[in-house]
């Protein structure tokens, strides 16, 4: 299991360029994982996806999703991460390098590397370009992340219907259920997600990184304050008002 990681200050070249600039990363010092299953959440560009980019290459997966063995670059950009990835240390209290990197941006490259491989039968025998959008984010999810390993995934909740996300958590509770060295650590904006019991939250919308509650999650509060007055909330928004979002 992932236990830490730190940043290795004297391992950053230049600190004046990205993803050095970005408020977190620049911020960071020590991060613990406390569960075996952690969420980072945020608004867009805070930098979560940032830092499990880098946590994935530094372990070796594909910069683009996949594990140790399944490796592809499509742009040059992929790499944008690696200074970070180098200046980081992550303790294990059992590193075994089995695990997965989904990365939502990304799958449609990943389903053309597995059809140019002949790799299919690994995700069911169909090509995931003859599935739907949604199916072939919980084919994915279904044929790699039930078994051991560190399970890294950035918004695996892009394509999924409501429905499914909750799939997505009965999955999460099988896999480490059945297997003792399973661990998850996910990106995510839905407050289905989030609200796996017992997960730690790390929140990306203030630079050092606080672990929160449920529901101080800014997804569940907003969600909540939609279903609880829309009208009201609503108004606001096409007034151009700010709506109040965590009354």
């Known amino acids: 299991m992932l236990k830490s990681l730190a940043l290795l200050r004297d391992r950053i070249a230049d600190p004046t360029v990205y993803p050095f600039t970005v408020p977190t990363i620049a911020a960071l010092d020590r991060l613990s994982f ?6 980072f959440t945020g608004e867009n560009g805070s930098g979560k996806s940032t830092l499990l980019e880098a946590i994935a290459a ?7 999703g996949g594990n ?7 742009s040059a950009s992929s790499r944008s991460t690696d200074p970070l990835s180098r ?19 990304s799958l449609f490259n990943v389903a053309t590397y597995v059809d140019e491989i002949g790799a299919t039968d690994a995700y069911g025998g169909i090509s995931l370009h003859d599935r739907s959008h949604g199916e072939t984010f919980f084919t994915v999810l279904d044929h790699k992340f039930r078994r051991s390993g560190l399970f890294l995934l950035d918004e695996p909740e892009a394509a999924l219907s409501p429905q499914r996300q909750l799939a997505f ?48 999650t800014s997804p569940n509060r907003i969600v909540h304050r939609f279903l609880n007055d829309r009208e009201r909330f ?10 109040t979002l965590f009354e």
């Open 34 to 39: 406390t569960s075996r299953v952690t969420f």
């Open 68 to 74: 140790r063995n399944f490796m592809f670059e499509t």
């Open 87 to 105: 200046a980081l240390r992550l303790s294990f209290d059992k590193r075994t390098g089995e695990g997965f990197y989904f990365r939502a941006e």
């Open 169 to 216: 958590l009965v999955l999460i509770h099988d896999t480490l259920r059945d297997y003792k060295d399973a661990q998850f650590i996910i990106c995510t904006h839905s407050p289905i997600l989030l609200g796996y019991p017992g997960a730690q939250i790390v929140s990306f919308d203030d630079p050092s990184l606080p672990e929160i509650a449920f529901d101080q």
């Open 234 to 243: 609503l108004r606001e928004l096409f007034e151009g008002d700010q709506p």
């Open 58 to 64: 530094h372990i070796g997966f594909g910069r683009e």
